[in-house]
C-alpha cells in the first residue's frame, strides 16, 4: 500500500495504539508530538492523510488543521485530515470542521471505524 | 435477606440450576474473549463494545421455556441468561415485564389490525433505563466497584442514581444543562453527584470520561461496558413470551444510544439458539430519530457501516439528542440484517403524536414513544408495513418526565 499518514498526538498510549492498527494495515506512520512539529514534518514528508489530536501542548489541532489549509504545497493543503478530540466541548466538532478538517471523530475511536475512514480518503485519493 | 430473597434462593435450590449461564465477554470488533470474572469497559485492543456471551447449549438442556413463565413477574426472571451470578447482587426495583398494549382506536384509524405498544414508562424511575441500569448496577456490585458515573441526555442519570442507591453504590451524573427538570431533580434525590454541562450527551461523555480516568469512578456510559445492554435485551425475551415464541413482524424503537435495539436483537440470537422460538422469522427493525439529530438516518440512507458526528443536535425528545453512538456500527448491522429501515420525525410531529396517544389511547408517552407513532404514519405512506402485520411501537417512558414541553 505505501500510503503515509501524519499521525498528530501527544499520548503515548494512543500513538502506540494507533501506530498498531495501522502499520498492520499497511500504512507508514509518520509520529508528531506536538503541532509545530508536525507542520514541520508535513514539509519533506509525502504525506497522504493526517490524524490530528485537538488537544496539543503547543498550538491546537485548529490551528494546526488552518495551516496546513494555508499552505502554498496544494497537496499539502488539500490533504485528507481526521480531528479526533478526548474530551469533546461544546462546538468542537464544528470548530474542527471549520478549521479545514474533513472529519471529527470523539475518543474513544472504534479502531474498525478509523480503518474504514482512512480506507475510504486514501481510495479517493488514488 | 429479603423474604423475596430466600424464597428465591430455594427455589433454585430446588430447580438445581445455575443462576445464570455467562461464560465469557466478547468484543463485538474482533472477536476477543474476556472474563466476567473481572472488570472490564469496552475492548482494549479495538476499542469496540463489549458483549455477554452465555451457554447456550447447556441452558438449552437445563432451562425449561416454560417454568420461567411460571416465576414471580420481573426482569430477573430472567435470571439463567442475565450476567449476575449470584441472587445477593441483584438490585431491584421491580423493573421488567412491562405491559404489552394492544392500541385499537389508533390502529384502527391507521388501518392496522395489529398496532401495539410495549409501555415502559411503567418500569421504575419511569422509563426503559430501569432495566439496564438494574442489570449494570448489579454487577458492578458484584465486581466490588464502589463508585459509578454516567454521562446522560436524562432518563438513564435518574435510574442509575436510583439504582446506585439501593445497591449502596456513589453516583457521579454528568447531563446536559437543558435536560428536563424531573432528570435532575430525581438523580439529586437520590444522592448522585449531579453536574449540569453546557453541552449535548457526547460532552458529557468527555467530561465523565474524563473523571473516570482520573478519578477511579466506573464509566456507565451506553456500550462503554458490557452489561446495560443485557438488562434491555430482556424486552426481547418478554416480546417473544407476550407473542407465544413467534416475534412480531415490525418493531419501531426510538434510537439514540441504541442499546434496546442491539439488546432485542442479541435477545432474538439468543432464543434461537435455546430453540425456543417456533420459527426462525425475525422482525423489521425500525430505528427513529428525530430530525433535528438524525445520524443513524443517514447512515443507512447511506448504506454506511458507521455514522458521521451530527452537527448541531436539537430536538425536544432528549433521549434522541445522540450526535453519533458509540455503538453506531451495530445499530446500523441490526438494521441491514433485519431488512429495517430508519426514519427521521420532526418535533411538531411527535408533539402531535403525543397528544394522540393521550387522548386516542390513555397513554402519555414520552417524546421520544410519541416519535415511534410517528415514524409508522410514514411508513404506511411508502407502503412499508401492510395492514395486518403484528407491529410493536416502543414507548421507552413517562411523559410526565416532560412537563416542560406542557406548560402554558
Known amino acids: 500500500?505505501?500510503?503515509?499518514?501524519?499521525?498528530?498526538?501527544?499520548?503515548?498510549?494512543?500513538?502506540?495504539?494507533?501506530?498498531?492498527?495501522?502499520e498492520s494495515r499497511g500504512y507508514s506512520l509518520v509520529e508528531a508530538r506536538n503541532g509545530l512539529e508536525a507542520l514541520a514534518k508535513a514539509e519533506y514528508e509525502e504525506i497522504d492523510l493526517v490524524l490530528l489530536d485537538i488537544n496539543l501542548p503547543d498550538i491546537d489541532g485548529y490551528e494546526v488543521a488552518r495551516r496546513l489549509r494555508a499552505n502554498p504545497k496544494p497537496n499539502l493543503a488539500a490533504v485528507p485530515i481526521i480531528a479526533i478530540t478526548a474530551n469533546a466541548l461544546k462546538g468542537d466538532a464544528e470548530k474542527a470542521l471549520n478549521a479545514g478538517c474533513n472529519l471529527y471523530m470523539s475518543k474513544p475511536i472504534n479502531l474498525q471505524e478509523l480503518w474504514t475512514r482512512v480506507e475510504t480518503f486514501m481510495s479517493a485519493t488514488k | 435477606m429479603s423474604a423475596h430473597t430466600l424464597s428465591?434462593?430455594?427455589?433454585?435450590?430446588?430447580?438445581?440450576?445455575?443462576?445464570?449461564?455467562?461464560?465469557?465477554?466478547?468484543?463485538?470488533?474482533?472477536?476477543?474473549?474476556?472474563?466476567?470474572?473481572?472488570?472490564?469497559?469496552?475492548?482494549?485492543?479495538?476499542?469496540?463494545?463489549?458483549?455477554?456471551?452465555?451457554?447456550?447449549?447447556?441452558?438449552?438442556?437445563?432451562?425449561?421455556?416454560?417454568?420461567?413463565?411460571?416465576?414471580?413477574?420481573?426482569?430477573?426472571?430472567?435470571?439463567?441468561f442475565l450476567p449476575v451470578l449470584s441472587v445477593e447482587n441483584q438490585v431491584s426495583l421491580g423493573e421488567g415485564d412491562t405491559a404489552l398494549l394492544r392500541l385499537n382506536r389508533i390502529g384502527n384509524s391507521l388501518g392496522l389490525s395489529n398496532l401495539y405498544v410495549k409501555e415502559e414508562s411503567s418500569n421504575p424511575t419511569g422509563s426503559f433505563k430501569a432495566r439496564g441500569l438494574a442489570a449494570a448496577i448489579s454487577k458492578a456490585k458484584e465486581l466490588g466497584i464502589k463508585k459509578v458515573i454516567i454521562p446522560t441526555a436524562g432518563n438513564a442519570g435518574g435510574a442509575m442514581a436510583a439504582y446506585a442507591a439501593r445497591a449502596g453504590l456513589r453516583a457521579h451524573i454528568f447531563m446536559p444543562k437543558d435536560t428536563p427538570f424531573a432528570n435532575i431533580e430525581e438523580s439529586r434525590i437520590a444522592g448522585a453527584e449531579v453536574v449540569l454541562v453546557d453541552g449535548l450527551i457526547s460532552e458529557a461523555a468527555g467530561l465523565a470520561g474524563d473523571k473516570a480516568r482520573n478519578e477511579g469512578w466506573f464509566d456507565l456510559s451506553t456500550f462503554k461496558e458490557p452489561y446495560r445492554m443485557e438488562g434491555k435485551k430482556i424486552m426481547g425475551y418478554e416480546l417473544?413470551?407476550?407473542?407465544?415464541?413467534?416475534?412480531?413482524?415490525?418493531?419501531?424503537?426510538?434510537?439514540?444510544?441504541g442499546t434496546g435495539l442491539i439488546g432485542m436483537w442479541k435477545a432474538f440470537d439468543e432464543l434461537e439458539a435455546l430453540g425456543w422460538l417456533k420459527n426462525t422469522k425475525r422482525p423489521r427493525m425500525v430505528a427513529v430519530q428525530a430530525e433535528g439529530c438524525a445520524p443513524v438516518v443517514k447512515a443507512f440512507q447511506e448504506k454506511a457501516a458507521f455514522c458521521d458526528f451530527w452537527l448541531g443536535a436539537h430536538t425536544i425528545a432528549s433521549g434522541l439528542r445522540v450526535p453519533k453512538s458509540f455503538a453506531d456500527h451495530l445499530i446500523l448491522h441490526d438494521l441491514y440484517e433485519s431488512k429495517g429501515i430508519a426514519v427521521a420525525v420532526s418535533d411538531e410531529a411527535i408533539l402531535e403524536a403525543q397528544r394522540e396517544m393521550a387522548t386516542q389511547e390513555g397513554i402519555f408517552a414520552a417524546p421520544e414513544g410519541a416519535a415511534t407513532l410517528t415514524a409508522i404514519k410514514e411508513l404506511i405512506k411508502i407502503d412499508w408495513i401492510q395492514p395486518e402485520e403484528r407491529i410493536v411501537l416502543f414507548n421507552t417512558g413517562s411523559g410526565l418526565k416532560y412537563l416542560n414541553y406542557h406548560q402554558p
Open chain 2, 8 to 80: 428465591f434462593q430455594n427455589r433454585l435450590t430446588r430447580e438445581s440450576i445455575a443462576l445464570s449461564f455467562l461464560s465469557n465477554l466478547e468484543c463485538s470488533g474482533c472477536g476477543t474473549k474476556y472474563s466476567h470474572k473481572q472488570i472490564h469497559t469496552f475492548c482494549p485492543l479495538c476499542q469496540s463494545p463489549l458483549v455477554a456471551r452465555y451457554n447456550l447449549d447447556a441452558a438449552r438442556q437445563k432451562v425449561d421455556r416454560d417454568q420461567i413463565i411460571r416465576r414471580p413477574k420481573g426482569m430477573w426472571r430472567w435470571h439463567e
Open chain 1, 1 to 22: 500500500m505505501g500510503h503515509k499518514i501524519l499521525c498528530i498526538e501527544d499520548n503515548p498510549d494512543n500513538m502506540t495504539l494507533l501506530k498498531r492498527v495501522l
Open chain 2, 240 to 257: 417473544a413470551e407476550a407473542f407465544n415464541w413467534e416475534l412480531p413482524d415490525v418493531i419501531v424503537y426510538p434510537t439514540g444510544g
